[in-house]
């Protein structure tokens, strides 16, 4: 089948641009011409209706022809039974039985599958029209309506008798009739008008609008969308008809049931046919040349089908596309038929008398053809991923290829690029001709960043090509290609080669030498790749030293790591001193004091007990190379000699170092005399002596102080809590001036007092502890103590209870749990016999009990 809307033709006009198919809206429906033999047959005839089923088609002729065909438009078989054009085909609900009419008077009803009902009736007029019962087949009655100037019920009576009875007359030619359920509805000169078999009564007419249009010329198209709704299209107007229930309170004169206009509206063109879709009409209309001014957007005289959405008392036209038949300039809207498929499915038949074309939906495949004829090729590809299973003519790799070749001649190389990644995935033929297409129009580059580099990859020598063509453009291109890539995508040997080359010709070039050490890397040619680093002073050194465990390449090169970065090299050698001992590197360090100092200092902070014989060169390397952390060193090292250290910090004239030092070394009062001597500072000297806890010391700081006023306040303000205030201040000379001596009279008075409160306090809660505990020992005495019967006293070992209950026995209890009979026990015992011989606590006091 053929495309016949316009769109086809527009392909063959010069090539639009981007923003004129941007404007472009996607047809609603496609179509086809239906072909096969109703070419043949409309060759030699002229269609003049069509009956639509959902598993046949009825092609009737102005020859007198029925022809059954298939939906593709092969002849079944045909009916030769009229002498002139067939007007009308009717099907009832089971597509059994089938009736014709004629002009001849005559009308057929034939049984697609039987003979048994065959009719023909034979009339004194023109029949223009006919309608079987939907259930005709199942109904015993075998009901038809026939419409000429008078609407004729023909109905099987007794033995075998047509019955016929008139529902209307005299209001014209009936033209057309459709019967759905109980309801038939007809039109004629006047009007269309309803009638109602099982109230047995017409109950509405809808007048005519265009009287001063033929009627022969203008036919009225009527179409049920449903049981209860009647679309009326007639010249110019489309009227939307509900039949509804007449409520009781109604007069009951009036019929059970109305009709309510729910929608009206008029046309600037003629109606040939119209058919629902959804909520929505489909209408087949006509333009005539002399309409052109009325209707600009219409193609001249080319029947057009639209797509309309029905309001009140206007339309929304959403589609309309002017359809190529056959012949269409000698055609008039009576020429034109539309036949709607019966079923669910949305498929239109726009019959003309030379040509039948069918309108469908659109299914995913249009929908991607359309996108790709206006050129909307990533929405085209998003259409193909999420519909991929649904589609038939299109796929992802032909959609993206068009786009990728779009994207091309657009300039658009990145994105083109990119969309290889998605399009082509797996496929290595076709990664390899599009690289080759970037190639020849000199962006290779572009490509690189998406090839594969893992899973399916393409042959080595893509890959070699590539970084060929980054090495001679674009070094820092080259270099992150080698880092990201894989080294197994090339040949490593060849491009090793071709980097030695270049760094030949060019040797200052230090990012070509990294990645020539990336290189040796891939290949394990580490020792090389080793070379080049510390060449280099490149980080990666360390990473590479590692991962691949290269120890045993540094022994000769620990000099040279540290000189490059201390810090890093150390914490490398800390972390693997079982293959680079703490002695071969101090040794190797030891004409660079100051790289020892940091590799021994970081072995101290990472473990002190580790080269405790390097502890004594430590104080030296602290004291000129980080002073800031000799005195943390002092502190924390067991295994410095506190002599040595004493003479390199007493040189040096590090008195906060000389100080710890003195401390430690047991010469409190030396260092309390460099605190006040040499630092001259009150609240050091007094934080050393609080240390130290000496009340020596104590006085020999108040000895120094006694003489220097600040030094007086100083101590009045912080000695309070540690010594008897009065030692001071009986020793301050008469007279002195004492800065703030009021405020630290005041302070001392209020730490006494706060001493006292504390004591007071304490007192309080020492008192309440004690009285809670004793009444809880006293609680715990005064409990009742179970004997059982079991139980044998500790010193005759004989049952603790009698056998006799009625003779009583005294028994002793201790709060040990030790029981005695009292005879047993000696008058000098007052404790557990038992238990004399441990500590004595409070169990081992006795509780009498007497049994009778």
């Not at 092609?59 to 078989?77: C, E, P, Q, S, W």
């Not at 990336?518 to 991962?547: M, N, W």
């Not at 970065?565 to 001992?581: G, H, I, S």
Request: proline letters at 4%; glycine letters at 6%.
């Amino acid at each position: 089948m053929a495309e016949v809307t316009e769109q086809k033709q527009m392909t063959e006009q010069p090539e639009e641009s981007e923003e004129e198919y941007a404007e472009e809206e996607e047809p609603k429906l496609k179509y086809e011409r239906l072909g096969n033999q109703v070419t043949e047959i409309l060759k030699e005839d002229a269609a003049s209706c069509m009956m639509v089923h959902d598993k046949f088609l009825a092609l009737g002729t102005h020859f007198g022809k029925v022809v059954i065909l298939d939906m593709d438009g092969n002849r079944a078989y045909d009916f030769s039974s009229h002498m002139v054009t067939v007007n009308q085909i009717s099907l009832d609900d089971g597509a059994e039985f089938m009736a014709s009419c004629s002009d001849d008077g005559k009308v057929f009803i034939h049984g697609l599958y039987t003979t048994e009902h065959n009719t023909s009736c034979c009339f004194d007029a023109p029949i223009k029209a006919v309608a079987l019962q939907p259930l005709f087949g199942k109904n015993q009655a075998k009901q038809f309506v026939t419409g000429s100037d008078k609407l004729l019920l023909c109905e099987r009576a007794w033995h075998g008798r047509q019955k016929m009875l008139t529902l209307h007359q005299g209001e014209g030619t009936i033209s057309t009739i459709k019967w759905r359920t109980d309801l038939i509805a007809w039109a004629n000169s006047k009007g269309v008008m309803m009638y109602d078999m099982t109230l047995r009564r017409r109950i509405t007419t809808v007048v005519r609008d265009s009287t001063d249009l033929r009627e022969e010329m203008y036919p009225c198209s009527l179409c049920w969308s449903d049981d209860l709704t009647l679309l009326i299209g007639w010249a110019h107007s489309v009227k939307i008809c509900i039949v509804k229930e007449r409520a009781r309170s109604e007069p009951r004169d009036l019929p059970g049931r109305y009709v309510e206009i729910v929608a009206a509206f008029q046309m600037d063109f003629f109606i040939s046919g119209l058919a629902p879709l959804g909520q929505q009409l489909v209408v087949l209309s006509y333009v005539s040349e002399t309409d052109q001014e009325v209707s600009s957007k219409a193609v001249a005289s080319r029947p057009q089908l639209r797509i309309l959405q029905p309001l009140d008392d206007d339309y929304e036209e959403l589609s309309c596309d002017a359809l190529s038949i056959r012949g269409y300039q000698n055609y008039r809207c009576r020429d034109y038929h539309l036949a709607a498929h019966p079923g669910g499915e949305l498929m239109y038949y726009i019959v003309s008398p030379r040509d039948v074309v069918v309108a469908k939906e659109r299914d995913q495949d249009d929908h991607v053809a359309w996108l790709l004829h206006t050129h909307q090729y990533e929405a085209a590809l998003t259409a193909v991923e999420m519909s991929q299973k649904s589609l038939k003519r299109h796929n992802m790799l032909e959609v993206g290829q068009s786009y990728i070749i779009h994207l091309i001649n657009k300039g658009d190389y990145d994105l083109a690029a990119r969309t290889c990644q998605k399009v082509l995935g797996k496929n290595t033929e076709l990664w390899e001709n599009e690289v080759y297409r970037f190639k020849e129009i000199g962006q290779l580059k572009v490509i690189s960043r998406y090839i594969p580099q893992s899973g399916t990859c393409l042959r080595p020598v893509i890959y070699e090509m590539i970084l060929s063509e980054f090495l001679n453009t674009d070094v820092e291109g080259f270099a992150q290609l080698v880092h990201d890539w894989p080294g197994n995508l090339y040949n490593n040997q060849m491009v090793v080669r071709a980097v030695i080359g270049r760094l030949n010709r060019c040797p200052d070039q230090p990012t070509l030498l990294h990645t020539l050490a990336e290189l040796y890397t891939y290949d394990q040619r580490y020792d090389k790749a080793l070379d080049i680093y510390l060449k280099l002073r490149h980080p990666d050194v360390f990473d590479l030293i590692g991962r691949h465990c290269l120890f045993n390449a540094i022994q000769d090169k620990i000099l040279l790591l540290m000189e490059f970065d201390p810090q890093r090299a150390a914490k490398m050698l800390l972390e693997n001193e079982d293959k680079v001992p703490i002695n071969k590197v101090v040794k190797d360090l030891e004409s660079e004091p100051r790289l020892m100092h940091e590799y021994l200092h970081r072995l101290f902070q990472t473990d002190p007990h580790k080269g405790t014989q390097y502890h004594e060169l430590q104080i030296g390397l602290y004291a000129e190379f980080d002073r800031p952390n000799l005195l943390p060193f002092l502190r924390h090292s067991i295994h410095c000699p506190l002599q040595k250290a004493l003479e390199v910090c007493q040189q040096r004239n590090f008195v906060e170092e000389t100080i710890f030092l003195l401390s430690r070394m047991g010469d409190s009062r030396e260092a309390l005399k460099m605190i006040t001597r040499e630092l001259n500072n009150v609240d050091k000297a007094i934080d050393f002596a609080k240390e130290q806890d000496d009340p020596e010391l104590w006085d020999d700081l108040i000895n120094y102080a006694i003489t220097k006023p600040l030094f007086v306040t100083g101590l009045l303000n912080n000695i309070g809590t540690h010594i008897d205030p009065k030692i001071l201040i009986r020793r301050i000379p008469e007279g002195m001036k004492i800065p703030q001596l009021r405020d630290s009279l005041v302070k001392i008075l209020q730490d006494y007092n706060l001493q006292i409160s504390l004591r007071e306090g304490c007192e309080k809660i020492l008192v309440a502890d004690c009285v809670g505990l004793m009444k809880k020992l006293q609680r715990a005495q005064r409990r009742g103590v179970r004997v059982d019967d079991d139980q044998l006293c500790e010193t005759c070992e004989l049952p603790i209870l009698p056998e006799d209950v009625n003779r009583g026995v005294d028994v002793i209890v201790f709060f040990c749990n030790h029981v005695f009979h009292k005879e047993c026990l000696r008058m000098s015992d007052t404790s557990c016999s038992v238990c004399s011989g441990r500590r004595r606590g409070p169990g081992t006091r006795a509780v009498g009990v007497k049994t009778s």
